[in-house]
């Protein structure tokens, strides 16, 4: 589903900035994969999945979605393969549109405008349903304003507005990062959830070890802009803190592990 060949990206080339932020990166994710990244600041996390989304375009490589060549392609037009939650919960939604009118528009996304866009009493009732699984009271609050909701309430409609059209490929940015950790962990399993019922191909950044382990099949470990671990199946399963920072100072040559990537 997606394929990063050679994924190479230069910031700032030709200045005493110069930065090579990924470093000949490939990756293929299979179709229904569910992939976590981890690394310290400035392995190359984020980088990458601007680089997916195409806020960023690549100094050298290819990038294909379901088998078609974005590499070159705008960000605005390759957000039709995409669900993308970001770490902020502000992003992602509309704060003085109503929860309904957000859901709407991530409903519609990928449609034609034409003078029929009133939202109908259908469309309301499957909003009602599929904010009624994560329990926060959300699918009696369609006429609220989203900028009123709590940081775990808007990443939650953020999470479903992102996945209501199954997309090619999900994109999660640390998108629990700045929320609490009984919110995050809430948060993460709703992911899971929504993962694993819509087989999503998903991509998920992360800066906690742990969570790293317990969630998806696979998992890349990234350093200096480069895969130092990847690991998958039985080998994930198997996995504990210890021994993926063994099998890290292993393969990078490197015992540079920050404390918040094993909290």
Known sequence: MLKVENARIVFHPGTVNETEALRGISLHLAPGEFVTVIGGNGAGKSTLLN???????LTSGKILIDGQDVTNVPEFKRAKYLGRVFQDPMMGTAGNMWIE???????????????KWGITNEEREMFREQLAQFDL??????????KLLSGGQR???????ATLVKPKLLLLDEHTAALDPKTAKKVLELSEQIIERDHLTTL??????????????????LHNGEIAVDVSG??????TVE????????????????DKLAL
């Open 155 to 161: 990443q939650a409609l953020t999470l479903l507005m």
């Open 101 to 115: 009118e957000n859901l709407a528009l991530a409903f519609r996304r990928g449609q034609k405008r034409g003078l």
């Open 204 to 221: 998920m950044v992360t800066h906690n070890m742990r969570d790293a382990i317990k969630y998806g099949n696979r998992l890349i470990m």
């Open 51 to 57: 680089c997916v989304s195409g806020a960023y375009f």
């Open 234 to 239: 039985e080998e994930k399963k198997n996995l």
């Open 243 to 258: 021994s993926l920072i063994e099998k890290f100072s292993e393969a990078s040559g490197s015992d540079e592990v920050s």
């Open 137 to 146: 009271g959300l699918e009696g609050r369609l006429s609220t304003k989203v």
